[in-house]
Structures are given as C-alpha cells and as structure tokens.
C-alpha cells in the first residue's frame, strides 16, 4: 500500500468516526427529554365524606345521576371514556368530570406529556358518589427567555353532553264525574289531552229547569224589595250547569294538576200555595249565574283515572267533584 492509499483509508475512517459520535449525541439528546415527558395516576379512592355528587347531580342522557370524579391535575389535561363524559368542570387546582354510572376505564392525555389510554378503575363508578384521581406531573425545566413572547394553544377533546329531558307521549283521558252542591247531585264528563301540559274541558249538569217563575224573592221567603210574603206548598225546583275548560300539567309521572274558567248558572225556586195560583218564584239567594272557576288534581295508574276539584259559581255557590275514567294513548 502506498502513501497516497493510506490517507485516503484515515480520512474515511475518521469520517465514519464522527459520524458515530454525531449520532450518539443526537440519540442522547432526544432520550432526555422523553424520559421527563411522562405522568402517572398515583391513586383513585373513593370519598365517602363528600356529597358534591349528591346535592346537586348531573344527570346523563338516560336521567341517572352520574359519578363525579374529581382529577388533581393541570387544566391541560384532556379526557374520555367509552360511555362518554356528561360534563367537565374547570375548578381551582383540579378537574370535575362528571361520569355515568358504570364508568370502568378513562383515558389522559396531555399535550406534551403523551397518553395514558384506558386507565381501568378497580370497580364500576357509582351514581351519586364522589372520586378523587390523584396524578403525577413531571417537574417542569426553568429556563429564561429573553424578549420573547409564546403563544400556546390548547386543544380539548373533552366531550360533554348537554341533559335534554326526555320527550312525553301524548295521554288523552275520557271521566264520567259527579257533583256535591246545595241543590243536589250533578253528573258530568271531564275530557284532558296533556303531554308535559295539556288542555282540559269539564261540564256538568242535574239536567233539570226551574221553568218560568213569576216573582222573586229572598231566601226568608219575602218577595223581594217589598214586605209581602206568600204562602209557599213545599215544593222546589233546582236546575245547575257549570262548563269550565283550562290547562293541565304533569307535576310528576302519575300525577297532574289543573285550574280553568268558565260559565256557570244555579238556580232555586219555591211554588207558590194554590191560593196564590200555583206559580213559581225565583229565589234569588240561592241562584247566581256568571264566572266559574275550577281547580283540582287529577292521578292515574295505569289505564285508570281518577279526579278530584273544587269549583264555584261568582265565588258564592261552591261544589265539589269526583271522578273516574281511563286513560288513552301510550303509557
């Protein structure tokens, strides 16, 4: 080999050679860093002292009330489960999630820290009940920047999903009533259809007239405005109609309440003695017509109804209600 050969064989031996240094630092320098950008759940424990799940619940698409596991982390953190999370809470020092009840694994992830997938519980979270995920963050470095400004943004993936109130079929219910008042017993029919409120139509009736009547008067028996009192044979006549109509609403899964107006007429007339011709005379202390108001609650089971209200006529001639149906539509 000759001189020439010789330094060609040391140059390519010395570049191989910095190249393999060159490498080794390269490789060096990215180790580090990795190994500082990691974290780990240190504990996931139940707290029996903490209410916070159950004074004020969220409840998930199915109207359980949720798990509420609060994580000790960085606000960075971003997470999700298989059954989803129903909402996310951003409090001082440490996050609330808020998630449905049989919650079994959750996945963290952090930006620049990496992703922890699939964390599994040691037991199916429960409604109602609080958590406290206890997480360890890598130490941050401290380094100085000189003039420089650093715009960082943080992209969550945390999914939350907003409680909607299940929709209500629409119930029809069909009632024959009856009627308690001064002038007797009335039957009537009481007609509601209602989702999470409704419309509802009441009328009742004794079917009977008082006819014409010739004179009026008080309930002592004097014709009115006068001092004249006719002889009376014993007999009377009581007519009364109410129609009320109004709203109704769903105050729980079987029971409703409802209130309405309407018109209402009550009348009461005595005969007059054979000596005076037999007539009729209105008694204006026991008749009254104009508004009528009702209110009263309505429960049902299953297909049977039942009711019970209050109504009146002027707020002077009062009566109250029964009754019993069924009811129509879905459950």
């Keep these: 080999m000759n001189d020439g050969e010789g330094v060609k064989m040391v140059g390519k031996v010395g570049v191989l050679g910095g190249l393999s240094v060159l ?71 440490e996050i609330w999630l808020y998630l449905p009840a049989g919650t079994m694994q959750i996945t963290l992830k952090h930006p620049e820290w990496g992703v922890m997938r699939n964390y599994r519980f040691k037991s199916a979270l429960e409604s109602h009940v609080c958590y406290v995920m206890k997480v360890k963050c890598p130490q941050p470095e401290i380094t100085e920047v000189h003039d420089t400004v650093v715009l960082t943004q943080t992209l969550r ?122 007539g009729w005379a209105l008694c204006s202390d026991h008749s009254s017509k104009g508004v009528s108001m009702e209110a009263g609650l309505m429960w049902h089971s299953d297909r049977l109804a039942v009711l019970m209200s209050a109504s009146n006529i002027k707020c002077r001639q009062w009566q109250m209600n029964i009754g019993v149906g069924i009811r129509l539509g879905k459950k």
């Design 23 to 93: 490498g080794l630092l390269l490789m060096l320098t990215m180790a580090v860093p990795c190994a500082a950008q990691k974290f780990s759940v240190i504990s996931v424990s139940q707290q029996a002292n903490d209410v916070s799940a159950f004074i004020s619940p969220v409840r998930d698409l199915n109207g359980q009330a949720c798990a509420l596991l609060k994580v000790e982390a960085p606000m960075d953190f971003v997470f999700s489960t298989p059954l989803g999370i129903v909402k996310r809470v951003d409090e001082v020092g």
């Design 157 to 278: 993936d945390t999914i939350a999903v907003k409680y909607r109130r299940p929709p209500l079929p629409r119930s029809s219910y069909i009632m024959a009533t009856a009627s308690l008042h001064r002038g007797g017993p009335s039957v009537g029919l009481f007609i509601a259809t209602v989702k999470r409120h409704g419309l509802f139509l009441h009328a009742r009736s004794n079917f009977c007239s008082i006819g014409t009547t010739e004179i009026e008067v008080n309930s002592d028996g004097y014709v009115k405005d006068s001092e004249v009192l006719p002889f009376y044979n014993g007999e009377k006549r009581q007519a009364n109609l109410i129609l009320t109509a109004g709203l109704i609403h769903r105050i729980s899964k079987q029971l409703y309440v409802f209130e309405g107006a309407g018109y209402g007429k009550a009348s009461t007339a005595w005969q007059l003695d054979r000596s005076e011709g037999n």
